[in-house]
């Protein structure tokens, strides 16, 4: 059954052509997820429409111009703050059986602070993206497919 974001229609055959890229215990799970990737992706497309974000013209391949406008929305729109020395020290004094060498032995902060630093930073910004796709879905005229979104910047 195709559905709409926005004006855009997904029909059934786009989803059946990206269910290969999502691996499920049954085919019902893998075209809801593929049907909530395609939607994703054309949420984001239509945003960076709407912000005049424009690819250049590298390539007429349309996936590769697609990814190009999303990442740029992306870097654009969502910020994450860098991860201090406290929060990394935080982290490493709250997962102190985590940061050991094979012998046992605690292994010291310093050694650990940056792995520690581009976790923290990676984990915030998969945040602010569910974050920022729920903003998305909430404004968005969407039909025939149920994505949660969020009415408020303030988002859980």
Known sequence: MPFFVGQV??????????????????????????ATALAVRELLLQEAA???????DLSADREIREDFLITRLLEQEVETPEPDKESCLRYYDRNQKTFRDAAGNPV???HVQ???????KDVSWQTAVRQYLKILAGKASIAGLSLEGADSPLVQ
């Open 9 to 34: 229609e997904i029909t059934d055959e786009d989803v059946f052509a990206e269910m290969q890229y999502h691996p499920a215990g049954s085919a019902d799970e893998a075209l809801q997820k593929a």
């Open 50 to 56: 709407r912000l005049g974000i424009e690819a250049p």
């Open 108 to 110: 010291p902060f310093e």
């Open 114 to 120: 940056p792995a520690i630093a581009a976790y923290l």
